[in-house]
Antibody, heavy 118, light 114 residues
Framework: EVQLVQSGAEVKKPGESLKISCKGSGYSFSNYWVAWVRQMAGKGLEWMGS????????RYSPSFQGQVTISADKFINTAHLQWSSLEASDTAIYFC???????????WGQGTLVTVSS | DIVMTQSPDSLAVSLGERATINCRSS????????????LAWYQQKPGQPPKLLIYWASTRESGVPDRFSGSGSGTDFTLTISTLQAEDVAVYYCQQYFSTPLLTFGPGTKVDVK
């Protein structure tokens, strides 16, 4: 069974850094793109970027390029999303998800709530 | 970049009635080499991650009830719930993966019971 398990909720202050994680199991982690998707409160889904853990090839949405860093460690089957300096506007739920063979996104993590508040 | 739009923003349908959601892309999602449309539909219920319902515009994901169907080609697509059930209350998103791994979601359509 494919599973994506994300790290727990975070509460941070503006200007702080943060790295959240997504651990895959039940499949060959290196061989499937992993996407990160943002959902702000009451809003829709926004694709932030995707990484191919096998060679760390990473693609970003223009809206998020330079704002976040996506990385992966194929040896521990884990992808990461990180910020160097959080802003209040980063408050959202962040989902990781596995691209299916078709290219659509078939498997999702449970989501990580990030709250940024002074 | 491929831009996705959906209509309506929300709709309310009586139980047992049909719900229809439209999705349009700014460029064709039909890949001529394999004649497939790179369009998926997702359902998201409150407090849950999205769930893949349909891919290739009309192929139901395993386990998805057959009251859900997808149609369309090129730039215009439709998700139909043939007989709305109470458990279908959710927000529905279309998504293009023509430019995978670059993805774009539509803004979503909220479906409620009238």
């Amino acid at each position: 069974e494919v599973q994506l398990v994300q790290s727990g909720a975070e509460v941070k202050k503006p200007g702080e850094s943060l790295k959240i994680s997504c651990k895959g199991s039940g499949y060959s982690f290196s061989n499937y793109w992993v996407a990160w998707v943002r959902q702000m409160a009451g809003k829709g889904l926004e694709w932030m970027g995707s990484i191919y853990p096998g060679d760390s090839d990473t693609r970003y949405s223009p809206s998020f390029q330079g704002q976040v860093t996506i990385s992966a460690d194929k040896f521990i089957n884990t992808a990461h999303l990180q910020w160097s300096s959080l802003e209040a506007s980063d408050t959202a739920i962040y989902f990781c998800a596995r691209h299916a063979d078709t290219g659509s996104v078939g498997d999702w993590g449970q989501g990580t709530l990030v709250t940024v508040s002074s | 970049d491929i831009v996705m739009t959906q209509s309506p923003d929300s709709l309310a349908v009586s139980l047992g009635e049909r719900a229809t959601i439209n999705c349009r892309s700014s460029q064709s999602l039909l890949y001529s080499a394999n004649n497939k449309n790179y369009l998926a539909w997702y359902q998201q219920k409150p407090g849950q991650p999205p769930k893949l319902l349909i891919y290739w515009a009309s192929t139901r994901e395993s386990g998805v009830p057959d009251r859900f169907s997808g149609s369309g080609s090129g730039t215009d697509f439709t998700l139909t719930i043939s007989t709305l059930q109470a458990e279908d209350v959710a927000v529905y998103y279309c998504q293009q993966y023509f430019s995978t791994p670059l993805l774009t979601f539509g803004p979503g359509t909220k479906v409620d019971v009238k």
